[in-house]
């Protein structure tokens, strides 16, 4: 049996890929940049609501000229803790990484969890999806774009459900999961295309 909290989390379904355009755009016609700036990470990387709060500019790497973002060790479980997801260019275009500055309240994501509650009751959505269906949004994606679900696993945060992986394997490269978020993204532009066109 799951867990209270896992199975509640196992009964969120997945947003298209349009009707995260169509929540952006809703955050944006508000003039909500801080939600704007949360659905964008969690569109590109899969990170939770509590890990997006919490990074700043310290969060960012830079290395052989890409850009990693580094989630800090106090994630919620071993598999997210200081993992490195390398930086989608579309992201890094509309969110400056660089700039966020260090939170200032500890309770911005919940803050921003319930704006988001709000905005997606507002515009029709039941309770099967929350904030945390972008994280399954982006997953889906992964996995679409043909991507392992290992290498999707180190990115997203995941532990890994096998022996030989989840506990003998010392995780995938960060070229291996660079080449994975560059497969993830052709797809993602292309679904967000093909919504704005409808």
Do not use: C
């Not at 995260?20 to 755009?25: D, T």
């Not at 696993?153 to 995780?171: C, F, M, P, R």
């Not at 978020?181 to 093909?194: G, I, N, P, S």
Request: glycine content about 8%; proline content about 3%; hydrophobic content about 35%.
């Amino acid at each position: 049996t799951w867990p209270k909290q896992l199975k509640e989390k196992q009964s969120y379904v997945p947003f298209e890929v349009s009707e995260v355009v169509w929540l952006r755009a809703a955050a944006m016609s508000k003039g909500d940049i801080t939600l704007v700036r949360f659905i964008d990470i969690a569109q590109y990387t899969g990170t939770r609501l509590a890990k997006i709060a919490q990074i700043s500019q310290d969060s960012v790497v830079t290395k052989n000229n890409v850009m990693r973002l580094q989630v800090k060790e106090d994630a919620k479980t071993d598999a997210s803790s200081n993992r490195l997801v390398p930086v989608a260019a579309t992201l890094n275009q509309r969110v400056d990484l660089a700039a966020i500055p260090v939170p200032s309240k500890d309770d911005e994501g919940q803050a921003v969890g319930k704006r988001f509650g709000r905005l997606k009751s507002k515009l029709g959505f039941g309770s099967l999806k929350v904030f945390h269906s972008i994280r399954k949004t982006a997953t889906t994606v992964f996995e679409q774009a043909g991507v392992s679900e290992g290498t999707t696993a180190d990115i997203v945060g995941h532990e890994k459900g096998n022996i030989t992986y989840g506990l003998y394997s010392g995780g995938t490269s960060l070229d291996q999961r660079k080449t994975a978020v560059d497969a993830f993204e052709t797809l993602m532009l292309r679904k967000e295309t093909e919504a704005s066109s409808k």
